[in-house]
Structures are given as C-alpha cells and as structure tokens.
C-alpha cells in the first residue's frame, strides 16, 4: 500500500511540474509575487512525495501504516466523534488537491492537540505530530 502511496505521490507532482513548465511563459509574465503561491505548492508536493518515499522505504511501519504517529494520529481521528467530522469535512470539501487536505488536517490536529502545553509538553507534542504522515491519513480515509 505504502509503495504504491508513494509512486502515485511522485506521479502528481510530476504531472503538477510538467504543468508548471508548459505555462513557464504565462508565468514569466506575471509579477514575481504571483509566482510565490506556486512555488509554494510545488515544494509542498515535492516534501510531500518525499516523505511517502521516506515512509515507504523505512523500517519503522507499524500496523500497516509509515510509523506509530501516523497509526496512533488516525486512529484518534476517527474514532472521535468531532476530529472525524472534521476529517470528513475536510476530505469531502471540493476544489483541494491531497496536498492542501493533508495540510488543513495537519492544522486542525496541530490546534486541537497542542490546545493548552506549554513548555516540554508543547515540544514533545510538536515532535510528535512533525512524524506523522498526513497525505497517508488523507489518502487512507479517502479510498475507505
């Protein structure tokens, strides 16, 4: 499952990066400013398909899943009755790639875990959500 993640990652971003080169014009056209938001997108694809390979590759699966933050993070969301509605509504809303899904779950779970650490508590919870794999959790719900 993982491997197959991972190819069909890199095929987007590839797919996303033969986009950007064939308006290569348009773009040179337009203000450098307007051109941020798709280098932004591109890198976040890049890190993203990066990630998949990573996980694809490691050792450290578990249950299935890329690690144990990635299998403990879904689990949680969906087995909560709000942080799955959230997912949900996140899955479902229209006109996102995988990309900006994955990123609007990474916010949402950030917020409401983080809500209330401080110090070594926030450290700890930061690095624990930094592993999670969150185009896995997004894809996984997706194709359920």
Not at 13 to 27: I, K, N, P, R, S
Not at 45 to 61: F, G, K, N, P, T
Not at 104 to 125: H, K, N
């Amino acid at each position: 499952m993982k491997k197959s993640l991972a190819v069909n990652a890199l095929l987007e971003t590839v797919d996303f990066a033969g986009e950007l080169l064939a308006h290569h014009q348009t773009y040179m056209a337009k203000p450098r400013s307007s051109l941020a938001g798709q280098h932004e997108e591109a890198h976040r694809r890049l890190q993203a398909s990066a990630a998949l390979v990573r996980a694809a590759e490691a050792d450290d699966d578990y249950q299935g899943w890329s690690n144990r933050e990635t299998w403990t993070v879904n689990l949680w969301l969906c087995n909560e009755p709000a942080p799955y509605a959230a997912m949900s509504e996140i899955i479902e809303r229209d006109g996102l790639s995988p990309f900006e899904r994955s990123d609007r779950l990474e916010e949402y779970t950030a917020a409401r875990w983080s809500r209330g650490f401080t110090g070594w508590q926030s450290d700890m919870s930061q690095a624990f959500l930094a592993r999670v794999n969150w185009l896995e959790i997004i894809t996984s719900n997706t194709e359920a």
